[in-house]
């Protein structure tokens, strides 16, 4: 009977073991597994804020390169206007490219409000009508980019 008892003992011991020890590699497996997602969604987003401001300073330069031969006349400078609209249409196109993946990756709605301010503030660069206002429209849209980056800051962040 005592063989018998610690027999069952025994085996009873070792499911426990087998028991404990799976249960305690699932929760490490799964910890590693929301680790490794929660680095790719970081990195991911690096990636596409990083391209987000870098694709609308492009853009805003582009606007810019675009804004002085229109309202300043130059004499002796010859500058195609069709092909430079053009350029800032490319760079609007990929300013709103990165801002879709902004939109996809951030599940904070007031990053993705500042992101569209600060692709609208570009917009409004061609809307200045002298230099003094353009002077105005260029800051703000230099100052949104920033704040852009600045309020993106903690999600990209190791916690």
Known sequence: ??????????????LLGATLSHIL???????GQNFARAEQLRQERIAAYCAFGGALD???RGQL????????????????????RREAQ???TAAMEAMFRVDLLTADP????????AMASVDRIMTADDREELRLV???????IHDFIAASRPHVRVA
């Open 1 to 14: 009977m005592i063989v018998v008892a610690t027999s069952v003992i025994a085996v009873l011991g070792t």
């Open 25 to 31: 590699q699932s929760r490490t497996a799964a910890r």
């Open 58 to 60: 492009n853009y805003r």
């Open 65 to 84: 390169d675009r804004w002085f031969p229109t309202h300043v006349d130059r004499p002796g400078e010859t500058v195609d206007v069709h092909e430079l």
């Open 90 to 92: 490319r760079l609007r």
């Open 110 to 117: 007031a990053l993705t409000t500042l992101a569209r301010e």
């Open 138 to 144: 260029r800051d703000e849209s230099r100052g949104l």
